[in-house]
């Protein structure tokens, strides 16, 4: 039997915890956050169009030594994270401008609606200075991080009581022989 079958009640509840990490990293993007710019504040949720948030999820790790968990999303979650230059794609911003509630304004401050011409030159813009100036960091992974460690110390029990059920084995493989009810090196 391999160690990942042995100790269940350990892989319940590490697989439990990056589960309700990844729902902390949803609940992180849809928080209103305060960003500074030189043009001044932005305070509103970092996940306009979903995407990135419906891109988080664990995904099951079978390692020759246990097993283990990642966390998976965009690319972009990162640089949204740690902030920075970003080399943007036309198509995506233009989407995401399409789907942001955005109202422009011609040269006399008269509403315009929003032609392909109109969304790709606005576009335009933001990617230039997303690629100059780069965007302010959020640092949504490490709140939510920070939230999901305040349980961590609850994985003793899981791993005490995975311990307890396979301590034969554990001692075996750690090279002790079992004579009786003791374990003893060789």
């Known amino acids: 039997m391999s160690v990942v079958t042995k100790f269940n009640n350990t892989e319940k509840y590490i697989s439990n915890f990056s589960d309700r990490l990844v729902e902390l990293l949803r609940i992180e993007l849809e928080r209103n956050r305060t960003r500074q710019y030189k043009s001044g504040n932005i305070s509103n949720k970092i996940n ?15 390692l020759p030594s246990g097993f283990g968990y990642n966390i998976e999303g965009n690319d972009y979650g990162l640089k949204v994270d740690s902030g920075g230059k970003v080399n943007a794609d036309i198509t995506e911003l233009m989407t995401w401008i399409r789907k942001k509630p955005v109202r ?59 311990i307890y ?19 003893i090196i060789e």
């Open 48 to 62: 306009f169009s979903g995407s990135l948030a419906k891109s988080i999820r664990t995904i099951y790790k079978d």
């Open 104 to 162: 422009l304004r011609d040269a006399s401050g008269k509403f315009v609606g929003l032609s392909n011409a109109r969304v790709r030159g606005l576009a335009y813009l933001i990617k230039k200075k997303l690629s100059t100036q780069g965007i302010t960091p959020t640092n949504f992974i490490d709140d939510a991080i920070e939230i999901a460690m305040q349980k961590i110390n609850s994985i003793a029990d899981p791993i005490e009581k995975d």
């Open 165 to 183: 059920l396979n301590l034969d084995e554990i001692m075996i493989r750690a090279g002790y022989t079992k004579k009786g009810d003791d374990y």
